[in-house]
C-alpha cells in the first residue's frame, strides 16, 4: 500500500469514526471522544501561556481541547502524517478563527518541532500504531523542555475479548487448540504495533527514554452487540464493528499467519454459524498515562 494511500484511508476512516452529526449538524467529535480528550488534557496540567504539541493529531480532538487550555498567550503545534486530516483540522481552525493553533504535517517519529520547545505533549492512540513506540516517545522527550509535561490515551489491544472467549470451538477438536494458540501468539506479536506492549511495557518504553514520576489509570469498556452471521464474518475480514483499520492486516490476516486455510476457514464458519442472532459482549481496557521530564 502506497503511503497517499494509507493517508486516505485513514482520513476517510477518521471522519468516519470519530465525526458524529447532531441535529442534522456534522459535529467533529462525539461525545465520548470528547471526554477522552478531557481527560488527556486534564493529566497534562496545561497552564495559561504553555506550547503544547499534539502527536498523531487525526482530526484534531485533542489540539482543540488543548487550545481552550492554553490561553490567549499559549500555541498548539499539531502534527499528523496524513495531508487529508492537517487540511481538514486547519479549515476548522480557520472557521473558528483560531491564530494560536498551528498544524504541521510530519512524521510521529521525527516530529517537525525544535528541541525544548514545548511544555506539553499530548498523544492519543498514536503508539498504538508504530512499532517501535521507543523511538517515538524519545521524540517526545527531545521537544519537550526540562520538566515538560506529557499526557497519552491508548487501546491496549492484547486484553481485548478473543474469538475463542466468545464461542466453544471445542467441537472442532484440535483446531480449536489451535486457533487458542494462534491467539495468544498475536496477542504476545512484537512486531505487531497493536499487540506489543501494555500498561507496564508503556510505562518501562517512557522511563527508559528519561520520564519521570509516571502514573496511570486503567479503563475497563464493555460493548454489548447483536449479532449477525454477516457481521460475525466481517469481524474476522475486517475489524470489530466491520470496519477496516487503515494501514494494519485484518485479524483473518494475521491469524493466517499461525493456522493453516483450511482450518482458519473452518473456524469462522463455526463462529458465524454460532453467532448468528445472538448478543454477546466484547471486553477491553484502555490507558489514560502521564508524566514529566
Known sequence: MSQSETEIKWSAWLRAMVETEENGVSAPFGLGYQRIADRVVQHASIQDGDIVVDVGTGTGLLAFAAFQAVGNTGKVIAVDLDAG??????????????????????????????SNHADVVLSRSVLCHIVDK???????????????????????????????????????????????????????????????????????????????????????????????????????????????????????????????????DACVDFFCSKLNNRSITFESKQVYMWGQK
Open 85 to 114: 486530516c492537517i487540511q481538514r483540522c486547519r479549515e476548522r481552525a480557520a472557521q473558528l478563527n483560531l491564530t494560536n493553533l498551528a498544524f504541521r504535517e510530519g512524521d510521529a517519529l521525527s516530529l517537525p518541532v525544535e
Open 134 to 264: 521507543e523511538a517515538a516517545v524519545s521524540q517526545w522527550h527531545r521537544v519537550l523542555k526540562k520538566s515538560g509535561r506529557f499526557s497519552l490515551y491508548e487501546p491496549i489491544d492484547r486484553y481485548d475479548t478473543r474469538f475463542s472467549d466468545l464461542v466453544d470451538f471445542s467441537a472442532l477438536g484440535e483446531t480449536a487448540d489451535r486457533l487458542r494458540e494462534a491467539e495468544e501468539a498475536l496477542h504476545r506479536n512484537s512486531n505487531d504495533p497493536l499487540m506489543n506492549f501494555d500498561e507496564v511495557e508503556l510505562k518501562r518504553i517512557l522511563a527508559a527514554t528519561g520520564f519521570r514520576d509516571i502514573e496511570y489509570h486503567m479503563v475497563e469498556r464493555s460493548r454489548e452487540y447483536e449479532m449477525t452471521s454477516s457481521l460475525a464474518r466481517t469481524w474476522w475480514h475486517k475489524d470489530i464493528g466491520g470496519v477496516s483499520l487503515p494501514g494494519h492486516d485484518s485479524p483473518y490476516e494475521v491469524l493466517g499467519q499461525y493456522l493453516p486455510g483450511k482450518d482458519l
